[in-house]
């Protein structure tokens, strides 16, 4: 392993999430130690994190000035988690999504976290009040929520917990900005952070489009893709309101009330996810995409979004 004078970032989970972070902070000259409590996981982690950053490189999607080579030996795998945490000025925990998880990791964070440590969680949809409040350290612990793929779609949400010290959550938004991430801070807890919020009320329009008998499946995620998703991969939707008249408050003046006359025949949440229009859409995504070849569709979709994420790191 080679030593960089960035500093150490500490990696808690090396599934899915704990290598993307990882292959971040290498990007950015990071030294990244990363523990899971599987050992085995840990060589199977560093075997593919070697094998993505290469591929990366090959794609010419590798992010910072080091070699895949080079980057690679910034990781080092650790089989304990207090030798994992020494040093670091950062830890990241990527472990599964369950409460009863978070809380029990976030006590052993706890024993070995500094003065000036960030603990991070990349929780999805807990909020870290929900799992910190007891905890010495309770200050210096947030959520980092990242968006899959992170290598690709920057989205940071940072939410810190009510006694989170704000400092800690500038200085997360900091390294993230550094480390060529996009953070965004919520000013306070709400469920689902804001990404799943506005997904959600995607989804739920989307849902009832279909149940209503409007679109088919294919012609609803067109909307998306070849409609709003295009424009909203640029400017967001405030923006575009202000774009599309005089401003803002000219767009409402002339749209907010047709807005609110077809608003009002949405169906109120929470919508239902019934079985029978699950099977009905289930049977028509399978002819877009056949079981066997959803890894192929995924890959291909990563290597759009890597397309993207070069067209706008350009600028
Ligand atoms: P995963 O299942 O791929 O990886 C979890 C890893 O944690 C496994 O390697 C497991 O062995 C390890 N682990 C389990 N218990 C542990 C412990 N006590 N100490 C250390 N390691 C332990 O899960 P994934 O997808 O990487 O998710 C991790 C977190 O990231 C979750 O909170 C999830 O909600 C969040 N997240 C996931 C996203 C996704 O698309 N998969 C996107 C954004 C956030």
Redesign the pocket.
């Known amino acids: 392993a080679c030593k960089s004078e960035k500093g150490k970032i500490a990696i808690?989970?090396?599934?899915?999430?704990?290598?993307?972070w990882a292959a971040i902070f290498v990007g950015a000259g990071y030294n990244v130690t990363v523990?899971?409590?599987?050992d085995k996981?840990i060589e199977k982690?560093l075997a593919n994190m070697t094998k993505s950053l290469k591929s990366y490189e090959t794609q010419g999607c590798l992010r910072g000035n080091l070699s895949a080579e080079e980057q690679s030996k910034l990781i080092t795998g650790s089989h304990d988690?207090k030798a994992c945490m020494e040093n670091a000025i950062y830890v990241q925990?990527?472990?599964?999504?369950?409460i009863e998880?978070?809380k029990?990791?976030f006590g052993?964070l706890d024993k070995y976290c500094t003065k000036d440590m960030v603990i991070a969680?990349?929780?999805?949809?807990?909020n870290s009040s929900q799992f910190t409040e007891n905890l010495n350290h309770k200050t210096n612990m947030l959520i980092a929520?990242?968006?899959?793929?992170?290598y690709f779609l920057p989205l940071v949400e940072i939410i810190p917990a009510p006694w989170t010290a704000t400092e800690i959550t500038n200085r997360t938004r900091q390294l993230m900005e550094e480390i060529g991430q996009a953070p965004i801070t919520l000013k306070k807890e709400v469920p689902g952070f804001a990404l799943n919020r506005i997904q959600y009320a995607v989804i739920n329009e989307c849902w009832s489009l279909y149940k209503n008998g409007v679109l088919s499946a294919e012609d609803i995620d067109k909307v998306m893709y070849e409609g709003l998703g295009r424009r909203y991969a640029f400017i967001g939707p405030l923006e575009t309101m202000h774009l599309n008249a005089d401003g803002i408050k000219d767009y409402c003046k002339k749209y907010a009330e047709g807005m609110q006359k077809v608003s009002s025949t949405f169906t109120p949440p929470p919508i239902e996810y019934d079985a029978a229009t699950a099977d009905n859409i289930q049977e028509e995504l399978t002819n877009i995409v056949p079981a066997d070849q959803t890894q192929t569709r995924k890959e291909w979709r990563d290597e759009r979004l890597a397309q993207l994420d070069k067209l706008k790191r350009n600028k």
């Open positions: 808690i989970g090396s599934g899915l999430i704990g290598q993307s523990y899971d409590i599987d996981q982690a988690i925990e990527c472990v599964p999504e369950s998880m978070k029990s990791v052993e969680s990349s929780s999805s949809c807990i929520h990242p968006v899959n793929p992170p």
